[in-house]
Nanobody, 127 residues
């Protein structure tokens, strides 16, 4: 069983930055994907960004393009989400997720594509 732990959330003023981290207990052999999703109060969980672990193929939601960057550190087995120019509408609980091994080549963007999930970390952006 893969265990995922997110960290780095907190309270920040609009225009500020945060970096979220995601650590997983194990990395399967072969290609797979990791992603960040977020869920605001009263809303559905939505896709934020994804990246392949083998290679650097990425995918971003339109709402975060140009502001957020997803990247990984294979040596540390850690996934990151650098969030810049944060807006109040970015306020949500952010979840790290990982697919099962050997998924399709394109980064999945749906919640059902991801096998493992962390507990989330809260990001609150004040206006």
């Amino acid at each position: 069983q893969v265990h995922i732990v997110e960290s780095g959330g907190g309270l920040v003023q609009a225009g500020g930055s945060l970096r979220l981290s995601c650590a997983a207990s194990e990395r399967p052999f072969g290609n797979y994907f990791m992603a960040w999703f977020r869920q605001a109060q009263g809303k559905e969980r939505e896709f934020v960004a994804a990246i392949s672990w083998i290679g650097t193929t990425t995918s971003y939601s339109d709402s975060v393009k140009g502001r957020f960057t997803i990247y990984r550190d294979n040596a540390e087995d850690t996934l990151y989400l650098q969030m810049n120019n944060l807006k109040p509408q970015d306020t949500a609980r952010y979840y790290c997720a990982q697919t099962a091994p050997l998924p399709p080549l394109a980064p999945p963007r749906q919640t059902y594509d991801y096998q493992y999930w962390g507990q989330g970390t809260q990001v609150t952006v004040s206006s």
